[in-house]
């Protein structure tokens, strides 16, 4: 059976299962907020102005959770590069596709539909998604598509690249929360994940919906947008759209580093919409802890500082286990699940 998106949809049939109760549909709360998030300029963050950059960061994380980053360091080939591997990637035969069909999420790498939770989920996602492991490299690189035959080569300088400006981001929010040099640079960030996320154009995009509703697990998420907009986060009951701008990144932070912060920064709802006239891709990478690593609020947050902490200590696994778990639930805010 081939569920996904692009290989039945005709551009004109919207099915009863991709429409949405009237709640849950797009065009509810429409968005119209005048304060936009705010785009740093992470080339500037050195010398004189690295502290101007980190506040920056800090207050963009508690306010909105989301931030976008512009002069990164990442080269725009690279980034080229990648996205023609991703785009190559879709528009290969479906045999070829369906080799890595599977919503085990267990598995290295996999293609999948809608979600990972397709065969339990009441309502589908319009999209269709490529998920792979990223760490170790030179290990899992091997479960990653075999074609387009650029993509292992590709996508493994874009990930090695955004990976590297990823670090240089959590150092500066390091430095920022008073956490010192290197606090993240351990297990807390040793697993990485790249989704590729491809939205084909949808008839009725104010019925239905690309990505639910979710906040991402790990510590950040540092997403390409690439040029069609469609992502959205909630600010103060009222869905913004974060706009595409050229050559940025989107970055927002994860539950993981909500807990580590004891709640300063804050990982925020978000969610896709669909386009009726172009498709959209994009793709998120994934800067979470290892399964083992225990997360909590760091120390010199609050025990040194007098804060106590609002969260407890839990596996990043169990975490997950619980997110999963919630994600097709009422539960909204896992978090609550680790309150003190
Ligand atoms: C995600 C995500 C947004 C997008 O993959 O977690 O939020 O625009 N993606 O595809
Ligand atoms: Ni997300």
């Known amino acids: 059976m081939n569920n996904f998106v692009y290989s039945w949809s005709d551009g004109k049939t919207l099915p009863e299962s991709y429409v949405f109760p009237p709640e849950k549909r797009p065009g509810e709360h429409l968005v119209h907020v005048s304060k936009n998030i705010p785009v740093i300029d992470l080339g500037k963050a050195v010398g004189l102005h ?78 269709d998604s490529l998920r792979h492991l990223c760490t170790p490299l030179d290990e899992c690189i091997h479960s990653w598509p075999q074609k387009p035959t650029k993509y292992r080569e590709v996508v493994q300088k874009y990930v090695t690249e955004v990976r590297e400006m990823g670090s240089r981001i959590l150092e500066l929010i390091s430095e920022g929360l008073g956490l010192g040099v290197g606090y993240f640079e351990n297990e807390l960030s040793q697993q990485q994940y790249l989704n590729v996320h491809r939205y084909p ?87 979470e802890p290892k399964e083992d690593c225990i997360v909590e609020p760091a120390k010199a947050i609050t025990t040194d500082a007098g804060n106590p902490a609002v969260y407890k200590s839990v596996q990043y696994a169990e975490f997950v286990q619980t997110f999963r778990a919630a994600y097709l639930g009422k539960t909204q805010n896992v978090l609550e699940h680790y309150m003190v």
């Not at 596709?97 to 293609?111: A, G, H, P, W």
């Not at 008839?203 to 639910?212: E, N």
């Not at 993981?256 to 896709?272: D, E, F």
């Open 201 to 287: 154009p949808c008839p009725d995009p104010s019925l239905t919906l690309g990505l639910r509703p979710h906040c991402d697990t790990g510590l950040i998420t540092i997403l390409l947008q690439g040029t069609v907009a469609g992502l959205q986060a909630l600010k103060d009951g009222q869905w913004m759209c974060i706009e595409p701008i050229p050559d940025a990144f989107v970055v927002n932070i994860g539950y993981q580093l909500q807990i580590v912060s004891n709640g300063k920064l804050v990982s925020v709802v978000h969610r896709a919409v669909t386009n009726k006239d172009e498709a959209r891709m994009s793709a998120a990478f994934f800067i």
């Open 50 to 127: 690295r502290k101007e950059a980190i506040q920056q960061i800090i207050d963009a994380s508690q306010e909105f959770g989301f931030f976008q980053v512009i002069n990164h360091g990442v080269p725009r080939r690279v980034v080229e590069d990648a996205r023609a591997a991703y785009q190559g990637f879709f528009d290969l035969p479906t045999e070829e596709k369906m080799r890595l069909y599977s919503s085990d999420v267990n598995k290295k790498c996999i293609f999948y539909t809608s979600s990972v939770f397709y065969d339990n989920e009441d309502i589908h996602a319009w999209r």
